[in-house]
């Protein structure tokens, strides 16, 4: 498989502070030289010497400067050369988002592809496949990195296929991972939409936003937790699924998952297609009801409002247990008001003062993108993994280790 560099090997015997140092750049730590230097507890010559062997390499990248006090604009480091690339998809049900993802998250070439993933995997990935590989000849093939994939369902993302998903017939246990590592002979990373929603909006966010709770509103409901600058997963991979959470108001509703009464079956937009067709109104998709409710129909408005409070109590509970910095909401529903504002009306109804005092509560800057973004990430992660496996391979014994940072050692999606 590819390295991550610049078409030049990454050399073996490469020292251990390299390593630290792709380390805590790539976990949002540490962003300049001299904030290396300082968390590393390392010389600045040494720090300097180093990084310039990693931007010769193309491991590392500079883009831009930040101020500081008392000196010269700071360079700002980012991991990964600056020719390099993931493809990436993020995949609905009857759509897709493809484009290039660029170290730091970055777009190019973003469109939306018709997609019937009721088609089953195979059939489907197949023509998926057939436009990437389009986006990676107008880039160039030398410089792909990565290819990653958001599904709307639960994911094995170490296995990279999906688990017992309810609405994708034919995917349950299909290899993804495996298939597009051998179409595209680089990396993949395959992730749940909402996990890479998180990752994403990650990565535009400011270094110091460490805790958030990406949500996804669309047809079904998800969630992505970020905790202490990456995405956490759980003890199996499926934290942040709120979908399938007890509601009252939900009474004995029967949902996709086998069970009733989940918050699912009356807040996505799944629920309120069919409680405003019950209710006479002609919708077929939640894209209807985004139209209606855009028109201030009634009717929409007010089952758009309610879903929103009935989301916003089962996010209360969570944000209550959690205490993030930030709550950021995605997908279709995001994009009405009513759905908005019910959502932070109930949760600074339901928390705790000293929970909201500072809580940001708002969509998501990345909007549509923001999975696709952090499909992408991931795939370059994964990819920044191999590389840094090849940096620590045969460490060199004759330079000093600084002692590890406190913090995670790898960015969102490792």
Same mark, same amino acid.
């Given at each position: 498989?590819?390295?991550?560099?610049?078409?030049?090997?990454?050399?073996?015997?490469?020292?251990?502070?390299?390593?630290?140092?792709?380390?805590?750049?790539?976990?949002?730590?540490?962003?300049?030289?001299?904030?290396?230097?300082?968390?590393?507890?390392?010389? *600045?010559?040494?720090?300097?010497?180093?990084?310039?062997?990693?931007?010769?390499?193309?491991?590392?990248?500079?883009?831009?400067? /930040?101020?500081?006090?008392?000196?010269?604009?700071?360079?700002?480091?980012?991991?990964?050369?600056?020719?390099?690339?993931?493809?990436?998809?993020?995949?609905?049900?009857?759509?897709?988002?493809?484009?290039?993802?660029?170290?730091?998250?970055?777009?190019?070439?973003?469109?939306?592809?018709?997609?019937?993933?009721?088609?089953?995997?195979? *059939?489907?990935?197949?023509?998926?496949?057939?436009?990437?590989?389009?986006?990676?000849?107008?880039?160039?093939?030398?410089?792909?990195?990565?290819?990653?994939?958001?599904?709307?369902?639960?994911?094995?993302?170490?296995?990279?296929?999906?688990?017992?998903?309810?609405?994708? *017939?034919?995917?349950?246990?299909?290899?993804?991972?495996?298939?597009?590592?051998?179409?595209?002979?680089? *990396?993949?990373?395959?992730?749940?939409?909402?996990?890479?929603?998180?990752?994403?909006?990650?990565?535009?966010?400011?270094?110091?936003?460490?805790?958030?709770?990406?949500?996804?509103?669309?047809?079904?409901?998800?969630?992505?937790?970020?905790?202490?600058?990456?995405?956490?997963?759980?003890?199996?991979?499926?934290?942040?699924?709120?979908?399938?959470?007890?509601?009252?108001?939900?009474?004995?509703?029967?949902?996709?998952?086998?069970?009733?009464?989940?918050?699912?079956?009356?807040?996505?937009?799944?629920?309120?297609? /069919?409680?405003?067709?019950?209710?006479?109104?002609?919708?077929?998709?939640?894209?209807?009801?985004?139209?209606?409710?855009?028109?201030?129909?009634?009717?929409?408005?007010?089952?758009?409002?309610?879903?929103?409070?009935?989301?916003?109590?089962?996010?209360?509970?969570?944000?209550?247990?959690?205490?993030?910095?930030?709550?950021?909401?995605?997908?279709?529903?995001?994009?009405?008001?009513?759905?908005?504002?019910?959502?932070?009306?109930?949760?600074?109804?339901?928390?705790?003062? @000293?929970?909201?005092?500072?809580?940001?509560?708002?969509?998501?800057?990345?909007?549509?993108?923001?999975?696709?973004?952090?499909?992408?990430?991931?795939?370059?992660?994964?990819?920044?993994?191999?590389? @840094?496996?090849?940096?620590?391979?045969?460490?060199?014994?004759?330079?000093?280790?600084?002692?590890?940072?406190?913090?995670?050692?790898?960015?969102?999606?490792?």
């Amino acid at each position: 498989m590819n390295e991550i560099s610049t078409g030049r090997n990454v050399s073996r015997g490469s020292s251990p502070l390299a390593a630290r140092i792709l380390a805590v750049i790539a976990s949002g730590q540490a962003t300049s030289r001299a904030e290396l230097a300082q968390l590393l507890g390392a010389a *600045p010559s040494t720090i300097s010497l180093t990084v310039g062997q990693l931007l010769s390499r193309g491991l590392l990248a500079e883009r831009g400067t /930040r101020s500081s006090s008392g000196g010269r604009p700071r360079k700002i480091l980012v991991v990964g050369g600056r020719d390099e690339f993931a493809v990436a998809a993020d995949l609905g049900a009857h759509h897709a988002r493809v484009g290039i993802v660029l170290p730091g998250g970055g777009l190019a070439d973003v469109s939306t592809v018709p997609f019937a993933i009721s088609d089953g995997p195979e *059939p489907t990935l197949s023509r998926l496949a057939e436009t990437l590989e389009e986006l990676v000849r107008r880039r160039g093939p030398q410089r792909l990195r990565g290819v990653g994939i958001a599904l709307p369902g639960p994911v094995d993302t170490e296995a990279g296929m999906v688990t017992l998903p309810s609405r994708m *017939p034919g995917w349950n246990r299909f290899p993804v991972g495996d298939w597009l590592r051998e179409r595209f002979a680089v *990396p993949a990373a395959v992730d749940n939409d909402a996990n890479c929603m998180a990752v994403g909006e990650h990565t535009v966010r400011p270094p110091e936003v460490r805790q958030s709770i990406m949500v996804k509103t669309g047809s079904a409901i998800g969630a992505g937790v970020i905790v202490d600058g990456k995405l956490y997963r759980g003890a199996t991979g499926v934290a942040g699924d709120i979908t399938h959470v007890r509601i009252d108001a939900a009474g004995d509703t029967p949902c996709s998952c086998g069970n009733t009464g989940c918050l699912e079956t009356v807040a996505s937009g799944a629920a309120l297609v /069919r409680i405003l067709r019950e209710r006479g109104a002609d919708v077929r998709s939640t894209e209807d009801v985004v139209r209606l409710t855009s028109d201030a129909d009634p009717e929409a408005t007010r089952a758009v409002r309610t879903a929103g409070r009935y989301l916003g109590e089962v996010l209360a509970a969570n944000v209550n247990f959690f205490n993030p910095s930030a709550v950021y909401l995605g997908g279709i529903l995001s994009t009405l008001e009513p759905f908005v504002a019910a959502v932070r009306s109930r949760l600074y109804e339901g928390c705790h003062p @000293l929970v909201t005092e500072h809580l940001t509560i708002e969509r998501a800057r990345l909007g549509a993108d923001a999975g696709l973004v952090g499909a992408g990430q991931s795939a370059l992660q994964r990819a920044f993994n191999q590389a @840094l496996t090849s940096l620590t391979a045969e460490p060199d014994a004759a330079e000093p280790v600084p002692p590890p940072p406190a913090g995670p050692p790898l960015p969102p999606g490792a």
